[in-house]
């Protein structure tokens, strides 16, 4: 139980470390906006990591990103993998775990890929430590942390597709604070054999480099997984330290490719369900969103562990996920499905009850 510190609201559904109910987030926000930047600040810090997108006046410029950041010299971007050394740009690229991971995998598109289930062969999996989010609830904040992860050239990690290699999939952290090493990792491994490419990202990135991602998915059979968050860009700032806007805007973009290829989801979106944050309210409007683009989008709704600073909110609930897939569906989309079931509580807090009056 936590108490909101702007309305003074008990809840179990209020994170001690955020110490702000939803409500508050997204109605009161310029009041509260300095607490919500001090605690993503503190997290940060004890990384190592900038507390906020530096904006130094001669700072080297990164627009591969949401945060454009202008790096001070001697420091390094809101990403922690992006430097200013002596004036110039710096990449500390292709900083990462990787693995094979059998076939069917447990993928947020499993239930739509055509290739999910290729019995027989593997799923190159790279896994990115370096983001271009500031997650409270994060599930691998533990990326963060500088004592794992190994240092690998594009070239020596596209050598590690085989053919026994169905799909290459990059996530992480997430792959926008890197993805010029998994374009250059995706056209390497295309010339030694047909593999299908993809990704799953907070959808952070540059159009310039979503786009490349976008014909690489296209030409290989693979797909772009959006993380969207919540859909209140105030929301999304509390518990993410960053604007979704330029995820929603390259959504959008990334859906009018739809088109050119019907036979398996070009897209496909899934929501994290964090108990008292993520309410129907915003799966709402995800949903109204994406059915506004295709109504065929594939969706899925992800049950919540505690984790990292959120550690001390419930899991999500079995009522409240069929709850948010009944949203969905009643909103428009076609495909909605609960990706991890196994996740979910069995009942309905009284919290959660009230809050969906």
């Avoid at 964090?274 to 799966?283: K, Q």
């Avoid at 807090?349 to 009230?354: C, D, G, I, L």
Wanted: hydrophobic share 35%; aromatic share 10%.
């Amino acid at each position: 139980m936590a108490r909101c510190i702007f309305c003074g609201k008990d809840s179990n559904l209020i994170s001690k470390s955020l110490a702000l109910c939803v409500n508050c987030i997204r109605n009161n926000f310029d009041e509260i906006k300095e607490h919500i930047f001090n605690l993503h600040s503190s997290s940060r810090k004890s990384f190592n990591l900038p507390p906020y997108p530096p904006r130094a006046e001669n700072g080297v410029k990164c627009g591969v990103c949401v945060n454009r950041c202008n790096i001070p010299d001697g420091e390094g971007g809101f990403c922690g993998i992006r430097k200013n050394i002596d004036g110039e740009y710096k990449i500390e690229d292709g900083w990462l775990d990787w693995y094979y991971d059998p076939l069917p995998t447990n993928c947020v598109a499993d239930w739509v890929c055509t290739g999910s289930k290729d019995y027989g062969k593997n799923n190159l999996a790279v896994f990115y430590r370096s983001c271009t989010f500031d997650c409270l609830f994060c599930q691998n904040w533990h990326f963060k942390e500088k004592t794992g992860g190994i240092a690998m050239e594009p070239e020596e990690l596209a050598a590690k597709v085989d053919v026994q290699t169905g799909c290459i999939c990059y996530f992480g952290g997430d792959p926008t604070s890197q993805i010029e090493h998994s374009i250059r990792t995706s056209e390497l491994a295309l010339e030694r054999r047909n593999v299908r490419i993809c990704w799953e990202t907070n959808g952070s990135m540059n159009r310039t480099f979503l786009k490349k991602m976008i014909e690489l998915s296209l030409k290989s059979g693979g797909c772009i997984k959006f993380d969207l968050k919540v859909w209140n860009e105030k929301l999304n700032i509390g518990l993410c330290g960053v604007s979704n806007k330029q995820t929603l805007e390259n959504f959008e973009y990334a859906a009018s490719f739809i088109p050119k290829r019907r036979e398996s989801p070009l897209i496909v979106a899934s929501t994290l369900l964090v108990p008292g944050y993520t309410d129907l309210n915003e799966v709402k409007n995800i949903a109204k969103f994406i059915a506004s683009l295709n109504r065929d989008i594939p969706y899925s709704l992800l049950g919540f562990y505690p984790h990292f600073h959120m550690n001390d909110l419930p899991g999500t609930s079995r009522d409240h996920a069929y709850r948010a897939e009944k949203v969905a569906q009643d909103k428009g989309l076609n495909r909605v499905r609960i990706g991890n079931p196994h996740l979910l509580s069995s009942a309905y807090t009284v919290e959660e009850k009230e809050a969906q009056k």
